[in-house]
């Protein structure tokens, strides 16, 4: 196994899925080696032979889906608080009228160092950014993290390595809306000269509140699920 990944068994296995029911936290559910997913919630640890079934969040069309596939295996990630990765793999025994009843899973697998993966951005993507006793600025955004954001800004903004922005608003087009993202507090870690005449800025977030942080995360994950499906389809 990678050394970067650990195992995580037992006793503290049962702790961290009774976190994750009582916190509500959001779960992504994939049908391995396919394009399938949904986000969805942990309800409860139940009885049974064995450690017992774990009790999912029923969603639209999986067990539609799901009867086409004889190996009967889920694989489901969530971000710890932190925003370190975790995922799992479990065999579904039952799909019920409100639950999706599985095995508990005999390991969670979670990564001992933070890996913040990049987002290129869609076009229109923005960010709305304030600076100590300044009017709201907005600029182009090139790429984005769980951990931060580089963006187009003109020169004569006059930022400099170490100053902090606060109030930030990180939007993202999805659909017919866009997606909005509040950050109240990031430095600038990069600052480096573009052909276009512009000045390429990357900020370190700082600060997330918990819930922009998990959906973030979500966000990121279908992201780069989309990514995916165009590159299978070229």
């Known amino acids: 196994m990678d050394p970067s990944v650990e195992n995580v068994e037992g006793q503290r296995l049962i702790e961290m899925l009774q976190g994750l029911i009582g916190s509500r936290k959001m779960c992504r559910m994939e049908i391995p080696h396919t394009d399938y997913g949904w986000i969805t919630l942990l309800l409860g640890l139940q009885r049974g032979p064995g450690s017992g079934y774990l009790l999912i969040d029923k969603v639209a069309e999986f067990e539609k889906i799901f009867s086409r596939y004889p190996s009967r295996e889920i694989s489901l990630d969530f971000p710890e608080r932190d925003g370190v990765p975790c995922w799992f793999r479990t065999r579904v025994v039952e799909c019920g009228p409100t639950a999706i009843r599985a095995e508990v899973p005999k390991s969670i697998f979670r990564m001992q160092k933070r890996k913040f993966f990049r987002i290129r951005a869609r076009s229109g993507s923005e960010i709305l950014f304030h600076r100590e ?102």
């Not at 977030?205 to 990514?227: C, D, I, N, S, Y």
Request: proline share 5%.
């Open 133 to 234: 006793r300044e009017k709201e600025e907005r600029a182009r955004v090139k790429d984005y993290s769980l951990g931060g954001v580089s963006f187009f800004v003109d020169g004569f903004l006059e930022i400099h390595l170490g100053d902090e922005f606060t109030r930030i608003d990180l939007r993202i087009p999805w659909g017919d809306h866009s997606t909005s993202f509040p950050i109240p507090r990031a430095v600038v870690k990069r600052l480096e000269n573009h052909p276009s005449g512009k000045v390429l800025c990357a900020l370190q977030f700082l600060e997330m509140p918990g819930r922009t942080k998990e959906l973030l995360w979500h966000h990121l994950f279908e992201e780069e699920r989309v990514a995916l499906q165009k590159t299978k389809k070229t």
